[in-house]
């Protein structure tokens, strides 16, 4: 079992990354709670509510409240829902939430834990891939028609307990999706781990101790910028890279049409492109488009208009005076933002969509 502590000015939590370690579920809980509620999906609640229920305090009440599996449960409905849920099952100050599932589940349940009686503990228990970046760092939100995540908070969560057996189970979908957060973490940090990550092939199973190496240096990525900047001040803006035009994709086509990491893997790529062009360098764009292609990821889109793009893009949560700002890379491991003039933006994206094509 590898621990990782992840130290904020305001709060300190252990990440806890291992096969089968949810057997010793109790044992990573900060405290003793009387009352939990395991919010989960419909997917995750056939596999693995049992076993997190079996391995859950013997003298708590617990209760399991189930949403559709998702991104469209991180909506206004399934968190007003949640809330009545909590009420219903008498949560007060001192309960728990455990958030069992992927990255919908936790931003969801932690948005919960937040705002109900104005903050209760929780704990996220990831199943997925991309849950080892979503479930460090205590981004919680729910999604607007609008834009992702607009509605959130930062507030994290009391531990995380990822038990990497549960991945056995996942599909290669769920599985693309969170490999583009680990190739993010690539990019963002070293050439060496990128490297490493654009020789795998993730179509096959993943040999466990790749896997695992995988997971635990993304989450030492995130956890190092976290730890020197957990508001996204300055430089936790890096981990958004790939984000700004990935969000905008997932929003303009409907929640749920996409997986988040699918439209990340695209916004990386034209991310790529814009630092190619902005900074005249050159980066591994044939590598990683190869990677994608190779993996299977969506490289043609159905068709989408530029202007709503920008529009949305304008949306995020890193513009500042209606400009966009997007991640750029000088090199792999030296990101910065950058805003992106309108006109600039225009034509790179018409460029780029361009040549993506459309299904
Ligand atoms: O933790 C962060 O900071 C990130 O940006 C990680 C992203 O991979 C993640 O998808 C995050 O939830 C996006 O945050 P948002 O602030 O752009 O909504």
Redesign the pocket.
């Known amino acids: 079992m590898h621990k990782q502590l992840i130290t904020t000015s305001t709060n300190q939590y252990n990440v806890f990354v291992g096969n089968g370690i949810i057997e010793n579920l109790a044992d990573y809980l900060p405290k003793e709670y009387q009352n939990i509620m395991i919010i989960t999906d419909s997917i995750v609640h056939e596999l693995y509510t049992e076993d997190v229920r079996k391995y859950l305090p013997q003298s708590a009440q617990v209760s399991v409240s189930v949403v559709p599996a998702g991104e469209n449960s991180k909506s206004i409905e399934q968190y007003y829902h949640l809330l009545t849920e909590a009420i219903k099952n008498n949560l007060d100050r001192k309960s728990l939430i455990v958030a069992l599932g992927g990255?919908v589940i936790g931003?969801l349940a932690g948005f919960v834990a937040a705002t109900y009686m104005r903050g209760i503990d929780f704990v996220q228990v990831p199943t997925t891939i991309l849950a080892h970046?979503?479930s460090?760092?205590?981004?919680v939100?729910i999604n607007h028609p609008e834009g992702?995540?607009?509605i959130?908070n930062f507030y994290p969560p009391q531990a995380v307990i990822f038990d990497t057996d549960t991945l056995k189970t996942l599909p290669n979908i769920e599985k693309r999706s969170g490999y583009a957060?680990v190739i993010?973490h690539g990019f963002i940090s070293n050439e060496a781990f990128l490297e490493d990550v654009l020789e795998t092939d993730i179509t096959t199973d993943i040999p466990p101790m790749k896997l695992n190496d995988h997971l635990q240096k993304g989450i030492a990525v995130?956890a190092d910028?976290?730890e020197k900047d957990e508001k996204?001040a300055n430089i936790?803006?890096f981990?958004?890279f790939g984000?700004t035009l990935?969000?905008a994709i997932e929003s303009e086509l409907g929640y749920g049409n996409i997986t988040?990491g699918e439209a990340?893997a695209i916004g990386m790529l034209f991310a790529i492109e814009v630092s190619e062009a902005t900074y005249r360098i050159s980066l591994p764009y044939q590598a990683y488009y190869h990677w994608l292609s190779a993996n299977q990821y969506p490289l043609s889109l159905p068709p989408l208009s530029v202007q709503n793009l920008i529009n949305r893009m304008k949306k995020?949560?890193?513009s500042e005076n209606a400009m966009v700002q997007m991640v750029l890379l000088k090199e792999v491991g030296s990101p910065v933002t950058e805003t992106i003039s309108d006109q600039d933006l225009t034509n790179l994206l018409d460029n780029f969509l361009g040549k993506l094509g459309s299904e």
């Open positions: 990255g931003d970046d979503s460090v760092g205590g981004k939100a992702k995540n607009l959130g957060e993010k995130k910028i976290v996204e936790r803006k981990l958004n984000h990935g969000h988040h990340v995020d949560k890193k």
